[in-house]
C-alpha cells in the first residue's frame, strides 16, 4: 500500500519532537565514538545521527519526486506545510531552538524547492513534447528490395 503524499521526513521531525519533549536530552553530547584507522577518535552525537537519517530519508524524497502526476502535486504541497511547520515550531518553541533542528529544517527546505523544480521541469517537458502525424504521401517510394529482371537470352514463350 502506498502512502499518498505522505513525506518522509516527517519521520525524524517526529523522532526530535518526541524526544525533545518526552526525554530532553542534549542533541550535542557524544553518544558513541568510533575509532578511525588514522587513529582518531569520531564521536557522534544524537543529533549528528539524527541529521544523518533525515539527509538519508531526502534522498528518498527525491528519488519519489522524480515521478510525474497528479500525486506529485500532493507530495509538494505536503512537503511544504512539513518546511512551514517546522519553521514555526523553530522561531516559536524553546526545544527546537538546536543545531540539530536547524539542520533538517533547512534538509526539509531543500526537499519542498528540489520538489518544486522537479514539477515545473517535468511540467514544461510535457508542454514541449508535441508528436505529429504525418499525412500519408501520394507518391509511392521507392522500393528497397530489387526487382528480379529478366534473363537476356531467355526466349519469349508464344
Do not use: C
Request: aromatic share 10%; no cysteine.
Amino acid at each position: 500500500m502506498d502512502v499518498v503524499g505522505a513525506p518522509l521526513l516527517v519521520i525524524p521531525f517526529a523522532i526530535y519532537n518526541i524526544v525533545a519533549f518526552f526525554m530532553p536530552v542534549s542533541w550535542s553530547a557524544p553518544l558513541t565514538h568510533v575509532t578511525l584507522m588514522s587513529g582518531a577518535e569520531w564521536t557522534m552525537s544524537a543529533g549528528d545521527i539524527l541529521v544523518a537519517l533525515t539527509a538519508l530519508l531526502l534522498i528518498v524524497e527525491v528519488v519519489k519526486s522524480a515521478r510525474a502526476g497528479a500525486r506529485s502535486f500532493v507530495d509538494h504541497g505536503l512537503a511544504w506545510l512539513l518546511f512551514l511547520g517546522m519553521s514555526a515550531e523553530f522561531v516559536w518553541v524553546a526545544q527546537a531552538a538546536s543545531a540539530t533542528f536547524f539542520l533538517m529544517l533547512v534538509i526539509a527546505f531543500v526537499e519542498a524547492v528540489i520538489g518544486v523544480g522537479m514539477s515545473v521541469r517535468f511540467r514544461t517537458q510535457r508542454r514541449d513534447l508535441v508528436i505529429e502525424r504525418e499525412a500519408p504521401s501520394s507518391v509511392a517510394e521507392p522500393r528497397s528490395d530489387p526487382q528480379p529482371e529478366p534473363a537476356a537470352n531467355a526466349t519469349p514463350s508464344a
